[in-house]
């Protein structure tokens, strides 16, 4: 099928692209990468009266460190990009983990970061991975900006914290913690395919070995990231045993997450796969937390 017709603009610069939004509200639909709205355009399951195609607005490709440490990235920056940084690998290791998992690498070519995220596909696995670690969205208008916590910004399905004259414009990833380690797993049908359930885990050490802190996020079990709190505060104060983090890991699957079925696998499978994946995300994560403990 063709998409319906609609008007195309090609702003230059962030304010003319802030100027059509505004003039547009509703009727606008913000172009990225493309890869998620071209789809539902040729279906027709998107109609949008207007493009805006931000390919133009350079100023909205960068990465790099802020003052403080942390990991700025444009909105427009390419996935490819981030999966091939070694500033992304030093900093935030999780994120270079998680790209490959990304269908191919022809997607992740075009793909952008902002595009993904604003999307808020609850199989996605970039914005797990940004709850997961606790990243902040610069969303901008005419006029104003506003940061937003990226576990504030999903609110149901596909609903995101944006407004209709705003643009995801700016992600910020604190810094690795110290003597913390990480973790993403995922199980899909094939690579590249969406993940029937996918998880993402950080886990802070002290010199006892005992936990600090940790942070556990599911992905296509719900309509939104959903976040394992009850299972992190298991673990928060306690060394890590396998016994326990099997434990974590099942209250996790059993309490915190709410998959439905599909044709590729039912809501009781998911769950199942939750405790599973979320067991050896918690593992991996904690034995690279010690390996970074000073014996």
Not at 193 to 213: H, K, P
């Amino acid at each position: 099928m063709k998409p319906a017709p609609f008007e195309y603009i090609a702003p230059a610069s962030l304010e003319e692209a802030l100027f059509a939004l505004q003039d547009h509200g509703y009727e606008g639909k913000l172009l990225a990468g493309g890869q998620s709205l071209i789809p539902v355009m040729n279906f027709r399951l998107a109609q949008p009266a207007v493009i805006i195609d931000l390919n133009g607005v350079t100023e909205l490709d960068t990465l790099g460190l802020d003052g403080n440490g942390s990991v700025r990235v444009g909105a427009m920056a390419r996935h490819s990009r981030l999966e091939h940084s070694e500033t992304i690998a030093r900093v935030t290791p999780l994120v270079s983990e998680v790209m490959p998992h990304i269908a191919h690498s022809q997607i992740r070519n075009r793909g952008t970061i902002g595009g993904s995220l604003a999307h808020a596909d609850p199989a996605a696995e970039l914005p797990a991975t940004m709850v997961t670690l606790e990243a902040s969205f610069r969303l901008q208008k005419r006029g104003g900006q506003r940061w937003v916590r990226a576990v504030d910004f999903y609110q149901s399905l596909f609903t995101t914290a944006l407004e209709p004259d705003e643009i995801l414009v700016e992600i910020t990833i604190p810094p690795r913690l110290p003597d913390s380690g990480y973790a993403f797993i995922e199980l899909a049908r094939r690579h590249g395919d969406f993940a029937q359930v996918g998880v993402a885990a950080v886990v802070t050490m002290d010199e006892s070995r005992i936990c600090r802190s940790a942070r556990l996020v599911y992905l296509n079990v719900g309509e939104i990231p959903m976040v394992a709190a009850k299972a992190s505060e298991l673990l928060v104060g306690e060394r890590p045993t396998p016994d326990l983090l099997a434990d974590a890991a099942e209250l996790a699957s059993r309490q915190e997450i709410d998959p439905t079925g599909d044709i590729h696998a039912s809501a009781e499978y998911k769950r199942h796969l939750a405790a599973v994946l979320g067991k050896r995300a918690l593992q991996e994560a904690v034995g690279r937390a010690n390996k970074r403990i000073q014996p």
